[in-house]
């Protein structure tokens, strides 16, 4: 889950308790050896007022870890390897936290965002949670959007579910940028469950430059229209999001 920093609930800055006691209760029936519910904060930080524990007890989730009796896990303090990325755009080797490598599944479950420098931050983007500490900065430093798909490339998610309940624009203030949506997007396909993530948000997923990357890599087209959407019609729901730019 996206625990970027701490935030009030439902705001649409953090994935809501909520969400990740729905996912978890999913996963559990089906038996697993173990579940463990990790992420790091935001650029490396965790220190008082800006902690990734924080982030958990004010988002609901230490309370839905405890509850069910599943572990949690801070990704910026785990131990980690530095692992070579085949055929790298930007980045020859990465840090990953060793949850993130020795894991079987990973799901990621982001909020439904915009971003100031790749106008939408999903489930893709989101796995910068298992890149520890300050290794974070690295991906910025480098090329944001063909890091996201080198990050990709070593550990993608199998399942993507965004938290689109409250989605948040702009330069994330909350109240004044949360906006109230009452969705989920789910699918096992990430590029795709985050095309339709912009799409909700009025974004053209082809001007997001790491779909386009990651769409090469993978040899998909990023388009609507490539799709397989059931369930409610996205253009009931599409609102237009202030990315920030």
Request: hydrophobic share 40%; glycine share 8%.
């Amino acid at each position: 889950p996206n625990q970027c920093k701490p935030s009030p609930r439902h705001s649409g800055c953090m994935t809501d308790g909520d969400v990740v006691e729905a996912i978890t209760k999913l996963v559990l029936e089906r038996n697993p050896a173990s579940v463990i519910i990790g992420d790091g904060a935001i650029a490396g930080y965790d220190f008082a007022g800006f902690s990734t524990q924080e982030s958990f007890d004010s988002s609901g989730v230490t309370e839905v870890a405890n509850r069910l009796g599943v572990e949690l896990r801070n990704l910026n303090k785990d131990s980690f390897e530095e692992v070579t990325v085949p055929n790298s755009l930007v980045m020859d080797t990465v840090r990953i936290a060793k949850t993130a490598l020795e894991s079987d599944v990973i799901i990621s479950v982001p909020v439904l965002k915009t971003h100031i420098r790749t106008h939408a931050t999903l489930s893709l983007k989101n796995m910068k949670g298992v890149m520890p500490g300050a290794e974070k900065r690295k991906s910025h430093r480098l090329g944001l959007d063909m890091a996201i798909v080198d990050l990709c490339a070593v550990v993608a998610p199998q399942y993507a579910v965004i938290d689109a309940t409250v989605g948040m624009e702009g330069l994330w203030q909350a109240p004044q940028d949360s906006v109230e949506m009452g969705l989920i997007v789910a699918g096992s396909d990430a590029l795709y469950v985050d095309v339709v993530g912009a799409a909700l948000m009025g974004i053209d997923p082809s001007q997001i430059m790491h779909f386009h990357y990651m769409g090469e890599r993978e040899g998909k087209r990023v388009d609507l229209d490539a799709v397989d959407l059931v369930g409610e019609r996205l253009e009931d729901h599409r609102k237009v999001f202030t990315t920030g730019f």
